[in-house]
């Protein structure tokens, strides 16, 4: 995000984000210009999450 703030998943802890060496930055990268420079990926946190939701059909 441009102004710096992390969008949600990753203010929850769920995702962090990496750049392609796999280090990890403090948000998207997201200039508000070029667009997302960084990969969501997900943190433990986020795992299990994803495997205590429901399946959705």
Known sequence: MADGRRPG????????????????????????HTGPKYLPWLTEAGVDAVRAAPPQV
């Not at 998943?9 to 508000?32: F, I, M, Q, T």
Request: proline share 4%; net charge negative.
């Open 9 to 32: 998943l990753a203010r929850l802890g769920l995702v962090e984000y990496r750049d392609s060496g796999s280090s990890v930055k403090p948000n998207d990268g997201d200039d508000g």
